[in-house]
């Protein structure tokens, strides 16, 4: 078993700048890929940004390309995004997930639905 926990979420006002961070544990990471989704009320999951474990090559939504970026840190099996030049339409609950077996950009392409691990999500609120 895997669990997820995300941190770093808050209130900021638009143009401004947070980093989230999701912890992995229960499991040794070799593959797949991690990622971060976020949901609004009334709205479905929608794919922000994903990492591949291995080669840390990454694949960004339109929406956030050029202002977010995803990292991670093989040794704590930790994943970063930081989030600049933030708007209002940001804000959402962010959650982290975890996929084996796949590349960053089929873990942006394909259903949230297939994430094998999410975390329980953290707010972030962009006022304007």
């Known amino acids: 078993q895997v669990q997820l926990v995300e941190s770093g979420g808050g209130l900021v006002q638009a143009g401004g700048s947070l980093r989230l961070s999701c912890a992995a544990s229960g499991r040794t990471f070799s593959g797949g890929a991690m990622g971060w989704f976020r949901q609004t009320p009334g709205k479905e999951r929608e794919f922000v940004a994903a990492i591949s474990w291995s080669s840390a090559y990454t694949y960004f939504s339109n929406s956030v390309k050029g202002r977010f970026t995803i990292s991670r840190d093989v040794d704590k099996n930790t994943i970063l995004l930081q989030m600049n030049s933030l708007k209002p339409e940001d804000t959402a609950v962010y959650y982290c997930?975890?996929?084996?077996?796949?590349?960053?950009?089929?873990?942006?392409?394909?259903?949230?639905?297939?994430?094998?691990?999410w975390g329980q999500g953290t707010q972030v609120t962009v006022s304007s």
């Open positions: 997930a975890a996929r084996g077996g796949v590349t960053a950009q089929r873990m942006g392409v394909e259903s949230p639905g297939l994430a094998d691990y």
